[in-house]
């Protein structure tokens, strides 16, 4: 079953217990009832159990990161220095948050209320990264999609005996870019959703910060959180 493979996964796992933690946070709200506060207790642990699974991940983001040259094997002249970008934050990511876990069990000492923060911020900075990576990967697509469209028109002109294989190329690579075309769509809707709790989350008077209640903050992450699970889905 697809379910018992994305169990079974590290990611898969990390997606699950991040959608459970939205839902608990949802749940708990503002209240002060003991099943809300119960849900927010829950809520706490779950987003602190992906913090220390986080510890290991240091070095596979290393690994993936030499794979792509730090971002500097795209050829896009627009997407490199984003690709350069996502590279840089993503491990800068890791260990600001280790410090500041540290720091928290008092294995080092310091307080670790800027390193969170610090965090965050990264983590609202790669977000509107992502998005600005999908917007320009969209307007490729389309380029892309209107050639193909093109061609398939000039097709129709020729031979059909003759071009039954090139047209039936064109038609699976304009399938395969309508696929593309849908899971960038829903990955600016996750990077955004994510964002807009990124930012509520950061110290008041940026934006909206502090200015969404938790159950809102909940919504927002439960949606994310279903899109990522759908966009990572094992195919057959």
Not at 57 to 75: I, P, R, V
Not at 109 to 126: D, E, H, K, Y
Not at 136 to 142: D, M, Q, Y
Not at 176 to 186: G, N, V
């Amino acid at each position: 079953m697809d379910l018992v493979k994305v169990f079974e996964s590290y990611r898969g796992k990390d997606r699950i217990i991040r959608l459970s933690t939205y839902v608990l946070m949802f749940l708990g709200g503002r209240g002060n009832t003991p099943w809300q506060t119960k849900c927010r207790k829950i809520s706490a642990e779950l987003g602190g159990c992906r913090v220390v699974l986080r510890l290991f991940d240091d070095f596979s983001m290393l690994m993936l990161n030499l794979s792509k040259g730090f971002g500097l094997k795209e050829t896009n002249p627009f997407l490199r220095p984003l690709e350069v970008a996502s590279a840089l934050l993503g491990q800068l990511y890791y260990p600001v948050e280790h410090m500041a876990w540290l720091r928290d069990k008092q294995v080092l000492p310091g307080n670790s209320g800027l390193l969170w923060l610090t965090g965050l911020f990264i983590w609202a900075v790669t977000l509107v990264n992502e998005i600005a990576k999908c917007v320009i990967k969209l307007r490729v697509n389309s380029m892309k999609t209107y050639q193909l469209q093109k061609q398939k028109h000039l097709e129709k002109s020729e031979d059909r005996e003759l071009n039954t294989e090139q047209s039936q190329r064109i038609e699976d690579n304009i399938r395969k870019l309508a696929l593309e075309r849908q899971d960038l769509l829903l990955a600016i809707v996750q990077s955004s959703a994510d964002f807009i709790n990124a930012v509520s989350w950061l110290p008041k008077g940026f934006l909206w910060a502090q200015k969404i209640s938790p159950s809102v903050n909940g919504i927002i992450g439960c949606v994310a959180s279903v899109i990522m699970l759908l966009r990572n889905w094992p195919t057959k």
